[in-house]
């Protein structure tokens, strides 16, 4: 590499760079906007104030709010997915490859409650284009599941089971609770329901092995 290479590679890097640190600053003011408010009340000043840059400057890198809202639903998403792999990555067992994931989407959402607000309350709002990507977005995590669901089987840990049916079922189940946390907002609930869900559901999936 030439240097008239290496320096215009390092320009594009960090354009790059912040490029994504002033994405991530409107993202986080986005989200505080669209949860308090929710999408349609939405105030693109207020997130440009929270932001504290121009709203020019939003409207420079999202060119519009739904712009702005889908591309945050699909940030936010991209990261719980990213935690989940990195989770179980290098772990063999597949039960405990879904109790890792499981755990990992519980605290991300309890860590980030101003997002699961948007999701539960924002994913059923749209009829339009933006339905598609949202739900693609909102669903993508499973197949990770799935694609565990399936290891298991074949390695018989796991009944023959219907694997999209099954990470669906799982999701909803763990949905049903972060819902319910929602508006119970104990920071001890977590666990126990985990504990619960985790049996009731592996007891359901699970192969018996035949006693000696």
Do not use: C, P
Not at 3 to 28: A, F, P, S
């Amino acid at each position: 590499m030439s240097y008239n290479e290496y320096v215009e590679d390092n320009i594009v890097t960090r354009k790059k760079d912040i490029k994504e640190r002033r994405e991530e600053q409107i993202y986080k003011a986005a989200l505080e906007v669209f949860s308090k408010d929710g999408y349609y009340k939405a105030d693109m000043d207020l997130v440009a104030q929270k932001a504290k840059i121009g709203k020019g400057t939003v409207y420079r890198y999202f060119e519009s709010k739904k712009n702005l809202f889908v591309s945050l639903v699909e940030w936010g998403l991209n990261q719980l997915k990213d935690e989940i792999l990195t989770s179980i990555e290098g772990i063999d067992d597949e039960i405990e490859r879904i109790n890792t994931a499981l755990e990992v989407y519980f605290n991300f959402y309890k860590n980030h409650k101003g997002f699961y607000r948007i999701l539960v309350y924002e994913k059923y709002n749209f009829m339009d284009e933006i339905a598609k990507k949202f739900k693609e977005k909102y669903f993508a995590h499973l197949h990770i599941i799935e694609n565990v669901f399936h290891q298991g089987i074949q390695k018989g840990v796991f009944k023959n089971i219907d694997t999209r049916s099954t990470a669906i079922a799982l999701i909803g189940m763990t949905d049903a609770v972060l819902f319910k946390w929602l508006f119970e907002n104990k920071s001890s609930y977590f666990d126990n329901e985990l504990a619960a869900l985790q049996e009731i559901f592996f007891k359901g999936i699970l192969v018996k092995k035949e006693k000696d």
